[in-house]
């Protein structure tokens, strides 16, 4: 079973842009959907955006425009370019296979922190 390690979180101020990395342990080659989700304080898990293994994205309203999710199968690294941050993106983000969110089974990184100061 594939291990996710996030990292490239930390503090910004409203406006200003982070870049996280999902390096994988293994190969995504053939995990057809990666995600990025996050968990805001006191709330539950939520999805993010999504990518096929054909660099397909897909995206919640909330981020569309401002958010960039891609995949480099040959390094097994899931990226989340995030611009434009605003105060409601804090959170802890995690990347995980689709099927692991949707299922509610399987394991989950640390994830990484991201707070967005007004």
């Known amino acids: 079973q594939v291990q996710l390690v996030e990292s490239g979180g930390g503090l910004v101020q409203a406006g200003g842009s982070l870049r996280l990395s999902c390096a994988a342990s293994?190969?995504?080659?053939?995990?057809?959907?990666m995600g990025w989700y996050r968990q805001a304080p006191g709330k539950q898990r939520e999805l993010v955006a999504t990518?096929?293994?054909?660099?397909?994205?897909n995206y919640v309203d909330s981020v569309k425009g401002r958010f960039t999710i891609s995949r480099d199968n040959a390094k097994n690294t899931v990226y989340l370019q995030m611009n434009s941050l605003k105060p409601e993106d804090t959170g802890v983000y995690y990347c995980n296979t689709a099927e692991r969110y949707f299922s509610g089974k399987g394991s989950w990184g640390q994830g990484t922190q991201v707070a967005v100061s007004s």
């Open positions: 990518i096929t293994s054909g660099g397909r994205p």
């Open positions: 293994g190969s995504i080659r053939s995990i057809n959907v």
